[in-house]
């Protein structure tokens, strides 16, 4: 029974330091904030419209 108190014993085979999970949840957080900034870039894009359109915007006479 002492065996069980003594550092390592009892600890599960396999399982993941409490660092890992940090490590985890930020990727995870990482992931939900470029899905985001994807989504938004997405409709902004579409609210722009066509290549066309925005050649048509552009007084040919500027030097660009």
Do not use: H, W
Request: hydrophobic letters at 30%; one cysteine or more.
């Amino acid at each position: 029974s002492e065996q069980i108190f003594e550092s390592g014993k009892g600890k599960k085979k396999g399982a993941k330091p409490a660092t890992e999970e940090v490590d985890t949840q930020e990727l995870y957080a990482k992931i939900d904030q470029l899905q985001m900034e994807r989504d938004f870039l997405k409709k902004k894009l579409s609210q722009v419209g066509s290549v066309e359109v925005k050649r048509n915007c552009i007084d040919p006479r500027d030097k660009l």
